[in-house]
């Protein structure tokens, strides 16, 4: 069965919407160069205390050193971290030896060739990895949100090459959700925008957006 990660939760209530509709896990959005859905660290720990047990709760930080994520971790208190940009100081080892219990899922966000060889390179040493279509080459970098399809074709040879699994994000809705999974076969699909109406979660959008994900 494919899982459903809804992603850019703002709300106690948004996360009841989502965990009711079938999602098998959240993320939380802390503080971005860009993009949508970014809430306060308080606000992240606070919501992810209430999600019951086996949903994950994802804190999505853009922190690129491994002493910063672990400090960004100890305010938020999610059981999954999402690394939306490359570390830059520190290693994966290093932040699993001092967070044993919690998940690392570094996001790849798929541009060209070179995503491929990135996620081949770290898909041994993190829990998952997430495939995005962000540019974090810009000069005010995109790491997530962007509401766009990125190439399928190469996200299905990392899924065919990689020893961990995947989440499949970027453009993701309940229209084209159906036919990324079939054209990828991902571990799980994650969605921010595509199950929102003025930037709000959308209860029927998200059932729609399950159903159509589950009932392949």
Known sequence: MIRVKICC??????????????ASAI???????????PISDELIRQIAKTIPPPVATFMLTSETSVEKIIEHHYRTNTNTIQIVDKLSKGNYAQLKSELPDIKIVQVIHVIDESSVEEALAVSGMVDAILLDSGNP????????????VHNWKLSRRIVDSVKCPVFLAGGLNPDNVRQAIIEVQPFAVDVCSGVRTDGHLDRKKVELFIRNTTGI
């Open 9 to 22: 939760i703002a709300s106690e209530e948004e996360a009841g919407i989502a965990i009711n509709s079938g």
């Open 27 to 37: 993320g939380l959005v802390a503080r971005m160069p860009s993009g949508p859905g």
């Open 137 to 148: 080459k810009l000069k005010i970098k995109e790491l997530g949100g962007t509401g766009r």
